[in-house]
């Protein structure tokens, strides 16, 4: 049999053997192609694919079958031309990743001693002769190493940081012995303050009265200053200063010798208050004498702590929590200004870390709606340490009381300058509140809240705080040096609340400027106790 393609390729003959023609005739329909060209391509492919399937198996027995494409194929096996791009790089990266993720998933192999420094590494990487794994190993070693180191130093600086912050300086220590004997052999650091013709003013509701309770006498100093420098009508200013038995000399020495004329100020210890007695007050007794809570607050902090589960953020939030001012009586006196300011209607209560830089009259304006407490609220920023606040960073609400009682997502508010409607607040059960949860916390054995006075005055003010202007009191200057200085500039009250207080060492140097410039440095007192100036 024999096939005959007509020219043209569009028609075929079959005949036979024998010499007998046109058995069969085949006529093939047009086409859009040459038939003759895939003949001919059908030939040259027929040719090629034996050398195509050789050359594919030596590369797969080669062991380059990592190419998967006919371009990598070609590179392998083509001429080395000028615009080609050589991938090996590429290879070797992709083969130390490849190591890298399995090392990360295996154990360091014991004996394995990960070295101190990068020049060490590649030393031992040239006499050793390591293998990408043992190298992959070493460095991992490398950074582990270096990751503990750091974290330790972490938890050092912030044990050292909280002795700091909870001490006292020597300079502020110095200042208030110096004024303590000049208070017994100085007659003018021992008058009357204020004098005996200003004493009704004290309780004069026509005048702007502030309270001050604090054991620093340079803080005081500084709070009372700003104050009178930043009103426009400081004559009508009364400051009502109270400290503790120790300090009281010093105080009342230091604002005898150095009055703020026009302003009044009345300097009290609080063993001078008949009011306020043990036996009016038995639960801060119990505050100040329980065990557990003295060994809570001057114990050592790292004792019982896992500082492999924790983090460096809230181990300071704990150490912060555990400030021994906690349990002072001075930090809990806020909560009886009714009963020790009997005749007073309204005042402002602050802190000694802040700084004021305008004037405070119109609080006494603002219409509080019939609620007690006028304070910023805490929960409306998106600072964490500061502006970000609600009852959840507070209290412990697996604790089946707490979890029953509050909401966790409920506002908090800052104390340390808040202006109370004394009028309002004899109307209710605050205090009673106050030590009602203070007790419940103490039978459980602080498991309901560890951070001072601020989360009892919150259940207790429930339902009795009306929010005012964040512009009134600017919070968060002793926790973070990122505070921005144009809002500081704006705020009626600065608040250095947090470890980094203007007057230590560790405070934060270009905030401290706001709080320096009301210290008088040229003062004996300050420059023999080596208070030097920023």
Request: hydrophobic share 40%; aromatic share 12%; proline share 5%.
């Amino acid at each position: 049999m024999q096939l005959h393609f007509s020219p043209s390729m569009r028609s075929i003959t079959i005949s036979s053997s024998n010499g007998f023609i046109d058995v069969m005739k085949i006529k093939v329909a047009a086409r859009h192609f040459s038939y003759r060209t895939l003949f001919h391509t059908i030939l040259i492919l027929a040719f090629l694919l034996p050398f195509v399937f050789i050359l594919t198996a030596l590369v797969t027995l080669e062991g380059v079958n990592k190419c998967s494409s006919f371009d990598c194929l070609g590179r392998r096996i083509g001429p080395r031309l000028p615009w080609r791009v050589d991938d090996s790089g590429q290879r070797l990266v992709r083969d130390f990743y490849k190591i890298l993720n399995q090392v990360n998933t295996e154990k360091i192999p014991d004996g394995l001693k990960p070295p101190d420094s990068f020049s060490q590494l590649v030393s031992e990487m040239k006499n050793n002769q390591y293998d990408a794994r043992t190298f992959a190993f070493m460095i991992r070693g490398m950074m582990e190493k270096l990751e503990r180191e750091i974290r330790e130093s972490k938890f050092s600086e912030l044990m050292n940081k909280h002795f700091a912050a909870s001490s006292i300086p020597k300079g502020i220590h110095c200042l208030s012995l110096r004024l303590t004997d000049e208070y017994s052999s100085n007659a003018m650091a021992r008058k009357q303050l204020p004098s005996p013709e200003l004493l009704p003013l004290l309780s004069d509701n026509s005048y702007h009265h502030f309270v001050l309770s604090t054991d620093n006498i340079l803080a005081a100093a500084v709070v009372v200053a700003s104050a009178v420098q930043s009103s426009l009508n400081p004559e009508k200013i009364v400051f009502h200063v109270i400290t503790d038995k120790k300090t009281y000399a010093g105080m009342h020495s230091w604002f005898a010798l150095y009055p703020v004329t026009p302003a009044i100020v009345e300097v009290k210890g609080v063993h001078q208050f008949d009011w306020l007695t043990r036996e009016n007050v038995p639960v801060l007794e119990a505050v100040e004498n329980h065990n557990g809570i003295r060994n809570y607050y001057h114990g050592n902090h790292v004792t019982g702590a896992n500082l492999s589960d924790t983090t460096p953020r809230i181990f300071a939030a704990k150490l912060l929590a555990r400030s021994p001012k906690y349990i002072s009586l001075l930090n809990h006196l806020r909560i009886y200004l009714p009963e020790l300011f009997p005749n007073l209607d309204k005042l402002v209560f602050l802190d000694d870390d802040v700084v004021i830089q305008r004037d405070l009259s119109p609080l006494w304006e603002l219409d509080l709606e019939g609620k007690v407490n006028g304070a910023v609220e805490t929960c409306k920023g998106e600072d964490e340490w500061v502006m970000s606040k609600r009852f959840k960073n507070y209290f412990n609400f697996s604790h089946p009381l707490i979890t029953k009682h509050l909401d966790p997502e409920e506002c908090a508010w800052a104390y340390g300058m808040n202006i109370f409607d004394l009028r309002a607040w004899r109307k209710t059960d605050i205090k009673e509140t106050y030590h009602s949860w203070l007790k419940k916390n103490l039978r459980s054995n602080l498991t309901m809240w560890k951070l001072g006075t601020l989360p009892p005055a919150l259940i207790a003010f429930q339902g009795h705080v009306h929010p005012i202007d964040p512009s009134w009191h600017m919070l968060g200057l002793g926790y973070q040096s990122k505070t921005n200085i144009e809002n500081i500039k704006k705020a009626a009250v600065i608040h250095y609340n947090g470890q980094s207080k203007p007057w230590l060492q560790i405070g934060f140097e270009h905030l401290r400027q706001f709080w320096s410039k009301y210290v008088n440095y040229s003062n004996d007192f300050i420059r023999n106790c080596h208070i030097l100036e920023s």
